[in-house]
């Protein structure tokens, strides 16, 4: 994009969120690197016993492979749909208070989906069970905490938010700030979100295939994002 297009007005308050935002670019990619870490070389455990087993051994590492790091990213997410909507909004305000409002709540649906600190404490409990029928009663609630996790909260997380990106996406084709190629990237990724990750294969292949759209777009927003913050 030439350096001459004229720059997106926005007042000072949102000039910080910008700054914020990139900033929070910047922290996402590093969760996300960590995250791909964590995966590869500690896979996660496909059973609620070898969790509980994984807890008692290493309970931080227990924690990390039930998304601890994915609760700091959605945190983190928060600045970034800021930043957005602080940078689009002088291009769409209705749409893009939409699209915050969207993100936001998708973000809060996710927590409660999570059961990461459940599961530690019924590892807990089941490690210290008297009998079996107690250990029965802890394996079953350790099974219920994990349809949880993947339960309606977090398909409406996941939906919420790929609605959230799309939208940002349409506005950024209308923006002078950002290139069409990035607003073509966000598209992009918000598409392949639609299908949640728990939507069997297609869901684990689209949730897979989104993640390097999203990384390129974090990478194109994020100086973006500090030059706005400093004009």
Known sequence: MPENRSLVSIDEKGRGLARLGGFACVAMLAIMAAQMVVFIVWPPPDSVPDFFSLFQENAFLGLLSMDLLYVANNTVLILIYLALYAALKPVGESAALVALVLGLVGIAAYYPSNTAFEML????????????????????????MLETYGGTAFDM?????????????????RSPFFSKTIAAIGLASGILMTIPSTAGMIGLIFSLASLLPWAVFLVLIAPRFFRMGHK
């Open 157 to 173: 997380y996941y939906v919420l938010n790929a609605a959230a990106l799309l939208i940002f996406a349409v506005l950024l084709f």
């Open 121 to 144: 404490a019924l590892s807990r409990q089941y490690a210290a069970a008297l009998s079996d029928a107690q250990r029965s009663i802890y394996l079953s609630a350790g099974q219920a």
